[in-house]
């Protein structure tokens, strides 16, 4: 009996010190206060980073307890950054972001979280496959074709306009659907109610490999663009410190993640790399490995093409008022996390 005692104690000892089966709290570096952290995404490849360093424990090894937030589209994550119902948001940067700006509200687009490069798989041009059977296999095809979008403002009607130019066209010579959000788009592509999209990874090929879906360009290689980033609500700004600690920890997790994905350092890495996002994005391995886009080994914006963004929207009449990257971009945070 005394033997049974001491080995029920034991365990339930074993127990207490890990957590008793619960989740870990975060545990903040000596000195720092613990603090929890709501962040907006969406289930895509390129929230890799962060789908990172909440598995592998970066965020908790920093004090930073992350409360996830799943949307379905780029803008709403915006409005709940910007009104600081969300700390972090990440996820496209749209027109609705930089409207928020110029009206006076302090969101600060902090980080990469994914790009356009040339050669590397992230946003693509896809025709649905009837319409790419009757000729629709080319940016230049688009013309007088039915384009789904998630809704005006968004960075697939900016990514669309923007190919479109390259090739002397415009929005003008295309009709423009707006569907709401990314399943939506999806099934209108599958039945065939608009001719063409763009799409993010992973569902590029999820709809080439269910054969509704054909490509006609990535986007990458036609222009490059600072798709997406890592975004501070006003709020959440005014902690300075823990917002460098979640960038340590954040930019820790795109250096694993570019090893992994874009240098391919090391295959076991990269098949824990790409087991991880595919949970989290609730896609088939196969279709991560696939296509895993760029990110920057620091999470360093493409800093230039921020100002380029606002242009083209101010151009096209969806800013209203006055704004300069400045105004937006703060990369204090990440420069900070990057010194230590």
Known sequence: MKKFLALLLALCLTLAF???????????????????????????????????????????????????QWFDAAQPIAVATASSKIDVGATGITAGLYNMAAQGQHLRI??????????????????????????????????????????????????????????GLSLDDVTLVPLGKLSAVMAA?????????????PNVTKAQAEGYGRLITQVGDVIPYQTSAVFYSPEFAKNANAGVRFMRAYRRACQDYYD?????????????????IAGY???????????????????????????????????????SGSLRASDVVDTSFLEAAMKN
């Open 18 to 68: 890990a957590g008793c089966g619960g989740r870990k709290e975060a545990a903040a570096p000596a000195g720092e206060t613990p603090v929890k952290v709501t962040l907006g995404m969406l289930r895509l490849t390129s929230s890799a980073p962060l789908f990172l360093a909440m598995d592998k424990g970066y965020f908790r090894d920093e004090g930073i307890e992350i409360e996830p």
């Open 260 to 276: 992994a994905a874009v240098a391919k350092k090391d295959p076991a890495l990269l098949d824990e790399t790409v087991r991880i």
């Open 281 to 319: 994005v609730k896609s088939p391995e196969a279709d991560i490995r696939a296509a895993l886009p760029y990110i920057d080994r620091d999470g360093r914006l493409l800093a230039d093409d921020i100002q380029t963004q606002i242009d083209w929207y101010a151009a096209h009449g969806l800013l």
């Open 110 to 167: 902090a980080a990469d979280k994914g790009r356009e490069e040339k050669g590397y798989p992230s946003s693509a041009l896809l025709a649905n496959a009837d319409a790419w059977a009757a000729g629709l296999n080319s940016i230049e095809a688009l013309r007088g074709k039915r384009v789904g979008i998630t809704q005006k403002g968004s960075t697939y009607e900016y990514m669309t306009g923007r190919l479109l130019e390259s090739k």
């Open 189 to 201: 592509l599958q039945s065939g109610q608009i001719d063409a999209c763009i799409l993010n990874e």
